[in-house]
């Protein structure tokens, strides 16, 4: 009797795995493709904002930092709930919340209104990107990491690159409304996908650190509101000194009840001693500080500077956003091969140097090709350090912390954005104004050189991580 030769059978679960992370990818790639995306699809719908709704400076502001501002705050506190509840439900509770949102987004008939989902918005985003990043730690091992987070990069990239010119194809070819409309459909179609395909994961942490939840939530408010209002306000004003001040006071008590009170801390400061963690936020806060400054600068500029259409600005800006599309991936998996590092470092130079370049050459009747070459040199910066910080966060911890890091990542990162976007309106209504194209241009100009200099600092600051990030 003749044996039949079988081969070995895999277990289930190791049969189903090279599935269940393509689908993780793919989820989680879509959910911060839609949270990038809301951070800069507005950004060339200002001025038909401003027409429509005949909003001031400071309303356009909001439009935008509404959104940074609560997902700035509440990403611990989404990360915390996903360790806690389950990172997959989770996921789909931000899913439902931000989809709500953009459908309230859409209804809004004035500028308050638009506020005030673009609230519930950043709630909804708070949840679902931190859990992106976890979602796909927990999925991969960490010597295949580096490429799903560069993919994962390249997605929230894709975001970046699409957001300008699909607000201005959609702003133009049908109305402002209908850049929060296409987030309902893909929401609504993600979420029965997300509860099935995703495999559910927690944290290391058996309860909510509640009084942290609270502590951070304040602190990181009060941090933020400062520079939102500074610009109208004043930054010596009564208002933003008190903000900073209740910022400071309750982000140090948070950490004092981390390090003394908390059972559970949500937040284990021994992380902060580890040289990759640190080094990577806090590239991170530089990187976004001087990314959305610039964004919220650059597609006004073109408008109102040089004179294009929402379209033709958002086509023109591709060469700058598109970039991460097609780097990230690469810089991820090289990353995975020769440290994070250089890619911090490298990309942040490149990120300083074009958009100095591009501050230098700007001035009234400057044609397009000679922005060219700057936009794409920034735009290679940009692709190296999404990927790179990423991995650097995660893989300088524990697994078990993956929620936590990326959690912390993510706050620094909206936190980078509000006080970019700020200071750039600062610098902008100091050296020019809304008056004429030529002081518009002055005033971006001016706050362009800004945002190169954030940059830079990164920069100095990625010298000092290390070469290699390890838990």
């Not at 277990?11 to 951070?39: E, Y």
């Not at 459908?103 to 909804?124: D, F, T």
């Not at 987070?149 to 300008?164: D, N, Q």
């Not at 133009?172 to 850049?179: D, F, K, N, P």
């Amino acid at each position: 009797m003749t044996e039949t030769l079988k081969a070995p059978l895999l277990p289930a679960s190791a049969a189903q795995a090279p599935t269940r992370r393509g689908w993780t990818v793919a989820l989680a790639g879509l959910g911060a493709l839609l949270c990038s995306l809301d951070v800069v699809v507005v950004a060339t719908a200002l001025p038909a904002l401003q027409a429509d709704f005949g909003a001031s400076l400071s309303e356009l502001e909001w439009t935008i930092n509404a959104y940074n501002l609560v997902f700035a705050c509440l990403t611990l506190t989404g990360a915390a709930l996903g360790d806690r509840f389950g990172r997959r439900r989770m996921y789909v509770v931000g899913l439902a919340v931000f989809t709500l949102a953009s459908a309230a987004a859409a209804l809004a008939s004035g500028p308050g209104q638009l506020i005030g989902a673009r609230l519930l918005q950043g709630a909804g985003a708070a949840v679902l990107l931190p859990l992106t990043l976890t979602l796909i730690s927990e999925a991969f091992p960490a010597e295949k990491r580096g490429v799903a987070i560069g993919m994962w990069g390249g997605v929230t990239g894709l975001g970046v690159a699409a957001g300008p010119v699909l607000g201005g194809a959609v702003t133009e070819g049908l109305s402002w409304q209908w850049i929060f409309w296409l987030n309902v459909p893909i929401g609504l179609a993600m979420i029965p996908l997300a509860a099935r395909k995703l495999r559910e994961s927690h944290g290391t942490r058996p309860q909510l650190d509640l009084v942290g939840l609270v502590l951070a939530a304040v602190g990181l408010t009060g941090l933020a509101w400062a520079p939102v209002r500074a610009p109208e306000a004043g930054w010596g004003s009564a208002e933003v000194l008190a903000a900073l001040a209740v910022g400071v006071v309750f982000v140090a008590a948070f950490l004092g009840w981390e390090k003394n009170g908390a059972r559970c801390p949500m937040l284990p400061l021994s992380h902060f001693r580890r040289r990759g963690f640190s080094t990577a936020n806090a590239s991170a806060f530089l990187l976004f500080a001087s990314l959305l400054g610039a964004l919220f600068m650059i597609t006004q500029l073109f408008q109102l500077g040089l004179g294009y259409s929402p379209l033709e600005a958002g086509v023109r800006i591709l060469v700058w956003n598109a970039t991460p599309l097609l780097i990230a991936p690469i810089a991820g998996a090289l990353a995975d091969r020769f440290g994070t590092r250089p890619f911090m470092l490298g990309g942040l130079l490149l990120q300083a140097t074009g958009l100095a370049l591009l501050a230098w050459l700007v001035e009234p009747g400057v044609g397009y090709g000679s922005l060219v070459v700057p936009l794409i040199v920034a735009g290679v910066g940009i692709s190296m350090v999404f990927p790179s910080v990423a991995n650097a966060v995660t893989s300088s911890v524990p697994l078990g912390d993956a929620g936590v890091a990326a959690g912390v990542n993510n706050a620094l990162r909206e936190l980078g954005g509000v006080f970019g976007i700020a200071i750039a309106a600062a610098v902008f209504t100091t050296y020019g104004g809304y008056g004429s194209p030529e002081s518009f241009i002055d005033g971006a100009g001016a706050a362009l050189w800004v945002t190169a200099a954030a940059a830079a600092v990164g920069a100095g600051v990625a010298a000092f991580a290390p070469s290699r990030a390890r838990a």
